[in-house]
């Protein structure tokens, strides 16, 4: 069943011509790469999906209660709300905030008590404080982070700063989750590791992933499908060998046969 579809998308920028006509489909707990080019759009293709940038034209649908809703246009806070989540290619925390923090603002819109119980301190307040504390530890042992959740975010290692990222996204308990180069500046260990943390992530939270990734032992390992972007258009769609072996991708993109 699709999650998530896209028709005809399309995204100018003045003259250039950033996403011409994309077309694609996104299935339940599927794990799906998109691949190309530095330059290609791929991020521009993430920022209309998650609202960052209103879509010239076409259409961006979202499966709401078994109904395709249209979303194209909507603000990212809205589009958080409805179920879709992301990391970005440069990251983004509240750096000077503790790591356990960082996860639980991430889980204001779940929060279940308003301005008068906060301020009163009536038991609603205390007992969600708490739901949202254990949660949120709960999330930070997923991503083997619990041991430094008193830490401030900017002292992490790097790789570590990854997976706090999406730690926090997970908070927003989203059905798709959008991960802009999750591998970007990672050694071969942590990138193993991150690996295996998106296949568990995606099985346990059943999650539909999509990834943008550069690291292709990564892409052609853990992804179920994959589309390519070449000049904001898409050549190729289909799965890790048969992308591999396209001899389109290969010219634009992969060099040669991985």
């Not at 707990?29 to 920022?47: S, V, Y």
């Not at 609603?124 to 739901?131: G, I, M, N, P």
Request: glycine share 8%; with cysteine; net charge negative.
């Amino acid at each position: 069943m699709n999650v998530l579809k896209v028709s005809g998308l399309t995204k100018n920028f003045g003259g250039l011509c950033a996403v011409s006509n994309v077309n694609m489909e996104l299935n339940e707990r599927e794990l799906i790469g998109l691949i190309g080019p530095n330059g290609a759009g791929k991020t521009t293709l993430f920022n209309l999906l998650t609202g960052v940038y209103e879509p010239s034209s076409g259409k961006i649908e979202l499966n709401v209660d078994g109904n395709m809703k249209s979303i194209g246009g909507l603000k990212p806070y809205v589009v958080t709300a409805m179920g879709l989540a992301r990391t970005f290619q440069n990251i983004r925390l509240f750096k000077s905030q503790s790591v356990l923090d960082n996860v639980k603002i991430a889980m204001h819109k779940n929060i279940k008590y308003g301005t008068a119980a906060a301020i009163l301190r009536l038991p609603k307040f205390y007992a969600e404080e708490e739901r949202v504390q254990r949660e949120a530890e709960e999330l930070l042992k997923v991503v083997h982070l619990y041991d430094k959740k008193d830490e401030l975010a900017k002292n992490l290692p790097y790789g570590e700063q990854r997976r706090l990222e999406i730690a926090r996204a997970l908070a927003t308990s989203p059905k798709i989750l959008f991960l802009d180069e999750p591998a970007a500046g990672m050694n071969p260990q942590e990138t193993a590791e991150l690996t295996e943390l998106i296949h568990k992530i995606k099985e346990d939270f059943n999650l539909t992933v999509i990834l943008i990734e550069h690291d292709m032992s990564l892409v052609m390992t853990i992804c179920e499908r994959i589309y390519v972007l070449d000049y904001g258009k898409l050549i190729a769609h289909g799965n890790p060998e048969e992308i591999k072996n396209n001899p389109r991708v290969i010219e634009a993109y992969l060099g040669e046969e991985i």
